[in-house]
């Protein structure tokens, strides 16, 4: 009531008073003006903080904004900063309820829900490991010994395939084996 009745008399605006009050946000911080000095046909709106409040927990509603930087020329009343706190509500619940529609759709960046089977890699059918015996099981994986057997027999071969070719390696067996390259000329200019 003290409160109340202290800004209906800093809001008059009498002749000796130099600022007075304008409104007050439902954060608790009030809004003034006062006569230029240097312009006397415009008055200079500022805000104070409600001393409670830290200075970096200040928010200033946008209807406020628009009062002190002359966008808007009367300033917000309280029913109209209390219909647009139901209206951010209403924005948040309905913002709320598209992203619970939105993470409720697969996306193609999710991984997938159901399991592949894994590939076989051990089978017990001979078709596949024809050279597999019970000495390769006991060793290890079936892949890895077979691997070993397959890099000894490649080696044995190349080792057989150099002992032969080493007499025909100078015969050149097609086309492009005896084709050198030329020394490049350029041709005499034409002027």
Known sequence: MVNSLWFKWKALKLPWRRSWVVGQDLSGNTFWEFRDALNANRNRRIVKYNPKTHYGDVKITPQWHQWLRYVRHEPPSIEEQQRDLIRQAQIKKLAQIADEKWAAKPSFLDRPKTQQPAPATRTSDKTVHPAETSDSKSQGPPG????????????????????????????????????????????????
């Open 144 to 191: 890895v010994a077979n691997q070993i057997k397959g890099q000894e027999e490649i080696q044995q071969e190349t080792g057989q395939s150099r002992k032969t070719k080493g007499l025909a390696t100078n015969v050149p067996t097609g086309p492009g084996e005896k084709w050198q390259p030329e020394a490049w000329t350029p041709d005499a200019s034409r002027r």
